[in-house]
């Protein structure tokens, strides 16, 4: 296991961010992405009757939303104990198959880093 303290500041930052929304919301996962441009996007699980979303599917959409096109890296805060294979599909979907998927735990603990290849 890593500690988030040996993340990069840039890193650090997303998964501080995704750990934020995870908690402010009460939801089951919260996810940042941070774009070629160094802008963030931060997002929560979706869980509407016709809408469903993780959070990282989230955040990706959110960065596409805003003009982003690319990635340099994502984060997601769960109690999972890996990035689902849709979540790395989406990061990959605009990053590319190197992009690195942060995985950290509910306290901001590092559990993995996968390339979203």
């Excluded at 959070?55 to 990635?71: R, W």
């Amino acid at each position: 296991m890593t500690e988030s303290t040996d993340l990069g500041p840039e890193d650090r930052k997303i998964v501080t961010l995704a750990r934020s929304v995870r908690a402010r919301n009460g939801v089951p996962e919260g996810a940042a992405v941070r774009d070629e441009t160094g802008r963030t996007y931060a997002a929560g699980t979706v869980a509407l009757e016709s809408l469903k979303l993780s959070a990282l599917q989230t955040a990706v959409a959110m960065a596409v939303a805003g003009g982003a096109t690319s990635l340099e890296a994502a984060a997601v805060v769960s109690e999972a104990s890996a990035a689902s294979d849709a979540d790395r599909a989406a990061v990959r979907d605009l990053g590319g198959p190197g992009t690195p998927v942060l995985l950290a735990g509910p306290d901001g603990t590092l559990r993995s880093t996968v390339a979203a290849g």
